[in-house]
């Protein structure tokens, strides 16, 4: 047996995650000191570590560094994702606050398991090992099943949590059958080793079968249908924090690890999926939207919208090259202003014991509160992707890379779906606008949270006039795994 | 490639064939009479005392979560100690990075009390 010394690696390029995983040990601690103290200041150190981190990820994408971690790359591509889950965790740390002691559940572990979830995305994005991508996958799954059944004795809650990891443990489960299969067609896990083994090889059932599973497995994480069917009862179940932080971090989290995957290991076989993600693309947009358009209930709305916009962002995917990976990227970018921004207002009107939720409760919001109301104008207005909100930058650059690539068909699709997206996300704001207000909304009004909705409307309205800035950051991370 | 692991597939089918082949005889050329005695519960030959259908406190699986704490621990610093020469200063670190994470597992079960059994 030879045993190689692994050698000391490069803790610099590594910094985002030691800051993550080292923040949430110090929340678990410290909220064993003072069991019974506020939670305010946990809330704050989670968000300051966050916070840290993101600004070492931006460092690293403005430099790269060399590392000689085996299995996990240290390049702007990743960097990039690690800044929205840092940005997408402050935001929902900020919408919670309130929220959680509001309801009852005002617990220092909920900051702590939400850097963990984090740490396992970071771990997602670096990954270029699959056995790395998978654990990051888990770490991030195992936290998410926790905080979606963080309401205990909420019934809604539990059978979300149940919900969740019996069809998430299933769908790692697939996952896992394709990476044992790429194992044992190609000897190996690493994902330029398999790119060369497959390169040389002839196509077979097996293969396919192997690019399938796994594609199966982070279809289910981004909510693609025909594996979207956890997604409603979950988003509508969970904390609605959670469910903010559940559509945004997981789904952009499993589409960095589905592109690394994809365009190294089974860059040769593009023929071959592309295909299978044209047919899940135009599924999950066409279904999406056209269930979400009976929902009553806001959250259920919003997880159908999510399961559309999964349709959107494969688009980009499928129109591949620079283009469309950087306008991914930028969308998703976005997506996390405007979704965690939509729940935030969705926990502004939250009543305790889950009622708030239904869209009637938002009849008349412009007379109680006319700040609240234009903040979900913004975001319904993005959501829908209309200009000059950063939603239609998104949409624009996506649609263009399939329109550029030859793709003109199903940017048409994409196209037509947006359209009948406006119906459901202008239905919100008529009901806003146009409709007398029924017993008087009280709002759950916090600092934290204004900050974090002014925040996210200040982004979206800053993209969308001036996409450059962040288009550019996304086009220098795409050429690093190209 | 794939033709490598035909074996694999060979066993299985054997496997396969034998389990249903044994499983078949049993049924066959075994006697099918039923009594009270083995329409019973089966407990290592012993009657049942008690009704088998009680709950069971919800302790037992907080003690199972925290074995599973040692358990991992222990998989884990066994080969790590074989190999603690070869390993040298960075195997020693990383050790003391893991077991310093499981230490705030078990600070934070011991904390909320669940070592406790009153």
Redesign the interface.
Known sequence: MT?S??P?PNLHAIAPEIIV?LTS?LV??ID?IQ?RGKKGGLAFLGAAGLALAGIFSYKLLQHPLATDIPGFAVDAYAQFFKIIFCLAGLMVIGISVRYLTLEGFSLGEYYSIILLAILGQMIMASGTHLLVIYVGLELMAISLYILAGFFKHHPKSNEAAVKYFLLGSFSSGIFLYGIMMAY????SLDLSVIAGKVAG?EL?G?LLLAVIMMGAGFAFKIAAVPFHFWTPDVYEGSPTSVTAFMSVGPKAAAFAALIRVFSSAFGTLRVEWTTLFICLSIATMVTGNLVALRQTNIKRMLAYSSIAHAGYLMVGFVAGGELGISSMLLYLRIYAFMNIGAFGVVILLNRVGGIGDRIDDFAGLSKVSRASAFVMLVFMLSLAGIPPTAGFAGKFYIFMAAVKNGYVWLAVIGVLNSAVSAYYYLRVIMRMYMVEPGDEPVLNVSTALSAILLIAVVGIIAIGIFPGFCLDLARTSVTSIL | MPESYFPILLLLLIVGALASLILYLSRIIGPHEMTDAKAQPFESGIPAATPHHGSLSIRFYIIAMIFILFDIEVVFLYPWAVLFRRLGLFGFVEVVIFLGILTVGLAYAWRKGGLEWE
């Open positions: 045993l010394m692994p000391i995983l040990l678990l601690l064993l069991l044992g067609l190609t000897g090889a077979t097996l």
